[in-house]
C-alpha cells in the first residue's frame, strides 16, 4: 500500500497561485499513475490532473488546461500541482491518488488505490 500526504493548500484570493505537493511512501516500486482529484462542496470527486511518471505523460481536466501544470520529481517520490490563476470555483479538497497502470492515465476514482486525506484550497473573490 501507498502512504500518500497533500500539502500546499490555503486561502488565496482570486487570480492568486499555490503549488500543492504529494508526497508518497511506502510500495511506490510499481506505481506509475499519479493523479489530482477536486472534490468543491456539494460535488462529486472529479479528475483534475494526472502524471505517468514511467512515461512523462500527462492529462488534464479541460477547465484548467493552461491554468494548471503537474510534474513529478521522481527521485524524490513527489508529484506537483502548480495552480496559477485561481477562481473561486477551484475551491474545494484537492486529493492526491496513486494507480498501478504503466502507461496509462486514467479519469476515473475507481481507477487509483491508493489516497491521501486531502489538503484545502480556498479561493475568495
Known amino acids: 500500500q501507498v502512504q500518500l500526504v497533500e500539502s500546499g493548500g490555503g486561502l488565496v484570493q482570486a487570480g492568486d497561485s499555490l503549488t500543492l505537493s504529494c508526497s508518497a511512501s511506502g510500495r511506490t516500486f510499481n506505481t506509475y499513475m499519479m493523479g489530482w482529484f477536486h472534490q468543491a462542496p456539494g460535488k462529486e470527486r472529479e479528475f483534475v490532473a494526472g502524471?505517468?511518471?514511467?512515461?512523462?505523460?500527462?492529462a488534464y481536466l479541460d477547465s484548467v488546461k493552461g491554468r494548471f501544470t503537474i510534474s513529478s520529481d521522481n527521485a524524490k517520490n513527489t508529484v506537483y500541482l502548480q495552480m496559477n490563476n485561481l477562481n473561486t470555483e477551484d475551491t474545494g479538497v484537492y486529493y492526491c491518488?496513486?494507480?498501478?497502470?504503466?502507461?496509462?492515465?486514467?479519469?476515473?476514482?475507481?481507477?487509483?488505490?491508493?489516497w491521501g486525506r486531502g489538503t484545502q484550497v480556498t479561493v475568495s473573490s
Open positions: 502524471i505517468n511518471w514511467s512515461t512523462g505523460r500527462t
Open positions: 491518488a496513486a494507480g498501478l497502470q504503466p502507461f496509462a492515465i486514467s479519469r476515473t476514482r475507481e481507477s487509483y488505490d491508493s
